[in-house]
Each structure stands twice: as C-alpha cells, then as structure tokens.
C-alpha cells in the first residue's frame, strides 16, 4: 500500500481502501451478501500514515470488536458503509 495516493491534508484518495475519514464517522459495514454487521469505529495506521485496520463493533448491542483488513473492505463515502469483499 506505499505510494497510495493522497489528497494535500494527507487522505487517501484510493476508492478500494478504508480513509482514515471514516474514523468516528460510525459508518455501517456489510459482508458480502448485503447483511450488515457492525459500524466502523476507528482506523488504523501503520508508520506511513497509510490505512492498515478498522476496528469494527459487532453484535446485537456492539459490544465485541473486531479488526479488519482494509484491504478486504470497499468504501461508499456517499451511503456511509463498508462492504467487504
């Protein structure tokens, strides 16, 4: 992922990649087959400053978390989610 893309406040312009943007933003995740499960809470970077995880809540009441790849999660700035792939 070094060498993503970014715009001059230091986001990630990448459309297959989880922006650090969506840190407490709590947009909704979904699996593959359009169920969802969780909301994004916070992201993870590595020493670049580039997107490695996203830690989302799960469960009835959110009360486990999870980490996620951001490589296996699309974003949808516009419907506020992530869909794994």
């Known amino acids: 992922m070094s060498g993503m893309p970014k715009t001059s ?10 922006p650090p943007s969506i840190s407490g933003s709590r947009y909704a995740v979904y699996d593959p087959l359009g169920q969802k499960i969780g909301r994004a ?3 993870f970077v590595n ?11 799960i469960g009835f009441f959110g009360l486990k978390s999870v980490l996620i790849p951001v490589q296996l999660a699309e974003v949808d700035d516009e419907r506020r989610m992530l869909v794994l792939k």
């Open 9 to 18: 406040n230091g986001s990630v312009t990448r459309r297959d990649a989880a």
């Open 41 to 43: 809470e916070k992201v």
């Open 47 to 57: 020493w670049n400053e580039e997107p490695e995880y996203v830690r989302v809540r």
